[in-house]
């Protein structure tokens, strides 16, 4: 199994184990498939999206239509997005175990060295190249509830750093 951390930090030759609000200290690393929803800049709020084989043929075509997965990110972002570079670490999975499948995370109670990187220059063409639909929205809101409610398989990640909700 491929596992990955992406990171705008050039030159990270270990990862330790960071604390988390449980106390526990880990090592994240994302999955093969769901590396797709990580090729933005760390803080952009993103909806992250794909049909599951719970997913129903009104959903797929609804949501994803030909698209075999969506990463939906603010307009606000995207400027930042375009001009990052980021760095993807290629972590050797032995120590991991899946933490949650649907998302693709997996973690490690120890330090990881990676065991190669490879720098992205255009995270917009990496996401594109991946067959996945890349949708740059004023604001995410109103998507976020749709595919909550949907049959969607999904990960909703930095919504804290989302835009606020506009007045009506």
């Not at 994803?64 to 939906?72: N, Q």
């Not at 490879?118 to 991946?130: G, S």
Request: aromatic share 10%.
């Amino acid at each position: 199994m491929k596992l990955y951390h992406v990171s705008e930090e050039p030159g990270i030759r270990v990862f330790e184990p960071r604390q988390i609000s449980s106390g526990e200290s880990l090592v994240w690393a994302i999955d093969e498939e769901r590396l797709r929803n990580y090729l933005v800049p760390r803080e952009c709020p993103r909806v992250t999206f794909y049909a599951g084989p719970s997913t129903t043929a009104a959903d797929r075509e609804r949501f994803l239509g030909s698209s075999v997965a969506a990463v939906a990110i603010e307009s606000a972002w995207f400027e930042r997005m375009r001009s990052c570079r980021l760095f993807c670490y290629d972590l050797p999975s032995e120590t991991f175990e899946c933490s949650d499948k649907t998302a693709g995370y997996f973690v490690s109670r120890a330090a990881v060295k990676p065991t190669r990187v490879e720098v992205i220059q255009d995270p917009v063409l990496a996401i594109l190249q991946r067959g996945v639909e890349l949708r740059v929205l004023p604001d995410l809101r109103s998507l976020r509830d749709a595919v909550i409610a949907s049959t969607l398989e999904f990960s909703i990640v930095r919504w804290r750093n989302a835009s606020p909700k506009q007045a009506a």
